[in-house]
């Protein structure tokens, strides 16, 4: 009886501070950004030979801070469309640049390479380049973020 | 008498026996009896221990300068590097520890692979040893975040995406671990916690259960038994270990005086100019991620290192038999041998792919550091003025902030009664390149007067649209080589009126920017590129 009495008060006792840590330890709000449309550039920069590296300021919640995020964007004109690609390599999320001498998007970490569509040439990557929502609007060019 | 009367130490040393045993605590540590034949092989524990309490005092160090925050935390190991008495010698001995306990480590598991120590009854030592194994490369991956440089950052951006890619409880492991975006402060305070909480806790129980299960069965002892009376631990094998751990002690210190841990620049995900590279211990995981194809990498990255893992740790289980000696175990011999040296191979080319660091001291940080020393900016940053002196800026401030300020001093710091005149935008940016190549700690390269006075003039004037040595804007074409096309006096006329050269020339004229003298400079410097 005693014994139980015991294991019941210190399992029940263990039991409230481990949900409460545990919920401490898993909360994930820690982090948000807005989702926004971003004037990225004017249409008549973005070149139609290599493609044009820009890197964008993003605000961001980050726990306790309110830090800039920069983030880097590819755009390419085709005469029609304009492509933005992320610069985050795929296989574990690198930064990818571009090789103007091969024509490819070269990733430093573990080799992965990309063609001018983003898609993969060789290496590890296991998708082809984010590509970003873009879109021409009064002759500059806005990309979606997140 | 009672002991608390005897006069001196001996007295001391009596009243506390009496109310603590310490005597007979000190007699059951010296007195370890050791199998007949144990020798120099088998002071590799004590190393461990003593480099494991030199992990903790210089931990301890570090902590009381380090702060774990985005902003603050490059800046302080800076701080402890420049600012702390015998702050860089604290470091590396930290840095450089954590090298050398994965050395000391593994040779201890070899030598009780190879002498069969893990065998009944010592089971539990061996599965314990293997985990404080598993502890330390995980102290070694919480640990290089912690300056929050470029090595850093991608590290941690390559080891987070690893745990995301895990089957089902990817994104769980990976949130539990800040990691539910980029790096950033609930990533960095969750690492810091594991580096100096949650594992010293589990490996000091870890610890002493291992040293407690080895007394409990004592040493294996040589591989081939000898017969004889058991020796006591003192005198002569407490001699060998004092002697061995003296010598990693000098090693270790000379690695730390002589060598330097490396300070990356702060992390910056927009920076292209960097490859990263992990620690030395883990670039045979690197090399397998890059030699796998992508259908295989959460094999690769997961479940190769966590076989291994498991098959070592369940080694005494699957390995039963009762002789001791390598040779009469061949296969297992041959498979030990086989991991050795395919993780030394795969080191090995790791260790022979690191691509070089294109220099940040290109056009654009060069004219950056002359617009510096205008008066303008020395008004201010100099010795005893309103400002820090450059070298003791801050130069993990944004760039954004380093830009607006340079644009217009007085938005950031308010109260200057004459405010300096404002600076172009590219002459901001190449400011803002200046302090990019100051805090990557590189020193800046020797170069002819003549040429360092073309580059202000080209970093602050031509690359926004000219790209020079791969820095620059891509709307002209490049001049690195410009010099093959055409002679000074053509680049002369070109830059001063470029539609008196070509009625369709799409370039502004420099005439009215720049003074006639310094467009000879730049057409001189130019032609002489080829």
Not at chain 1, 68 to 94: I, K, N, P, Q
Not at chain 2, 39 to 58: E, H, Y
Not at chain 2, 142 to 147: D, I, M, N, V
Not at chain 2, 453 to 475: K, N
Request: proline residues 8%; hydrophobic residues 45%; aromatic residues 8%.
């Amino acid at each position: 009886m005693v014994l139980w009495t015991v294991r019941g008060v210190l399992a029940a006792i263990a039991a409230t501070l481990g949900t409460v840590a545990g919920g401490v330890v898993g909360s994930a709000r820690t982090r948000r950004t807005r989702e926004s449309w971003i004037v990225a550039a004017d249409l008549e920069r973005v070149p139609d030979i290599d493609p044009l590296e820009l890197t964008i300021a993003l605000e961001r919640e980050d726990s306790y801070l309110r830090s800039t995020e920069r983030r880097v964007v590819f755009l390419s004109y085709d005469g029609e469309a304009v492509t933005a690609l992320s610069a985050v390599c795929t296989h574990l999320g690198c930064r990818v640049s571009w090789d103007a001498r091969a024509r490819e998007f070269a990733c430093p970490c573990h080799g992965g390479r990309y063609n001018l569509t983003g898609a993969v040439e060789a290496g590890p990557p296991p998708r082809p380049l984010e590509r970003l929502p873009a879109r021409v609007e009064e002759g500059r060019v806005l990309v979606r973020l997140e | 008498m009672s002991p608390g009367r005897a006069g001196g130490a001996a007295g001391i040393g009596d009243w506390l026996d009496a109310r603590t045993g310490w005597r007979s605590i000190a007699r059951w540590a010296l007195d370890e009896p050791l199998p007949p034949g144990t020798g120099w092989l088998f002071t590799l524990g004590s190393v461990l221990l003593f480099l494991l309490a030199t992990q903790a005092l210089t931990g301890l160090a570090l902590a009381l300068y380090y702060a774990p925050t985005p902003d603050h935390a490059h800046d302080s190991v800076r701080f402890i590097l420049s600012g702390v008495t015998f702050g860089r010698l604290v470091r590396d001995l930290h840095c450089f520890g954590a090298s050398f306990i994965v050395v000391a480590a593994t040779l201890h598991a070899l030598r009780a692979f190879f002498f069969g120590a893990y065998r009944a009854p010592r089971e539990l030592t061996w599965i314990s040893g293997v985990l404080l194994l598993l502890l330390v490369l995980g102290f070694a991956l919480t640990g290089y975040l912690l300056p929050f440089d470029q090595r850093a950052y991608w590290a941690t951006v390559v080891t987070l995406n690893i745990a995301r890619s895990t089957p089902i409880v990817g994104e769980t492991v990976a949130g539990l671990l800040g990691g539910s975006g980029p790096p950033g402060a609930a990533t960095l305070s969750r690492w810091y916690v594991l580096h100096v909480i949650v594992l010293p806790a589990v490996s000091v129980a870890l610890v002493v259960g291992h040293v407690l299960l080895m007394r409990r069965h004592g040493l294996a002892g040589p591989i081939r038994h000898r017969e004889g009376p058991a020796v006591p631990f003192y005198p002569r094998q407490a001699l060998r270990d004092t002697i061995v751990v003296a010598c990693v002690f000098v090693a270790l210190m000379a690695f730390a005086i002589v060598g330097d841990a490396p300070l990356d620049a702060p992390a910056d995900p927009s920076d292209a100019g960097y490859a990263p590279r992990p620690e030395w211990y883990f670039l045979w995981l690197f090399e397998l991620l890059k030699r796998s194809p992508s259908s295989m990498d959460t094999v690769a990255a997961l479940a190769v290192p966590l076989a291994l893992a498991l098959l070592v740790l369940l080694l005494p289980f699957l390995d039963r038999r009762a002789t001791r000696p390598p040779a009469r175990r061949p296969i297992l011999g041959a498979a030990a041998l086989f991991v050795v040296a395919g993780l030394a191979v795969l080191t090995g080319f790791g260790l022979a792919d690191r691509p070089p660091t294109p220099t940040r001291w290109r056009a654009r940080a060069i004219a950056g550091r002359t617009i510096a020393q205008r008066e303008a900016c020395v008004r201010c940053h100099r010795d005893g003025g309103i400002a820090h002196t450059f070298d003791r800026l801050r130069p993990s401030r944004d760039e954004a902030w380093i830009f607006s300020h340079v644009v217009d001093p007085e938005v950031i710091a308010p109260g200057i009664r004459t405010p300096p005149g404002p600076l172009l935008k590219s002459e901001a940016h190449a400011v803002v390149a200046w302090t990019r190549a100051l805090r990557a700690g590189e020193p800046a390269p020797a170069m002819l007067p003549r040429d360092e006075h073309a580059l202000s003039i080209i970093g602050a004037h031509c690359t926004p649209c000219h790209m020079i040595d791969d820095d620059g804007g891509a709307e002209g074409p490049n001049l690195s080589l410009v010099g093959r096309k055409h002679d000074a006096d053509w680049i002369s006329a070109w830059v001063a009126d470029p539609l008196g050269v070509d009625p369709d020339a799409e370039m502004p004229a420099f005439a009215d920017k720049l003074t006639a003298q310094q467009i000879r400079t730049v057409a001189e410097y130019l032609a002489r590129r080829r």
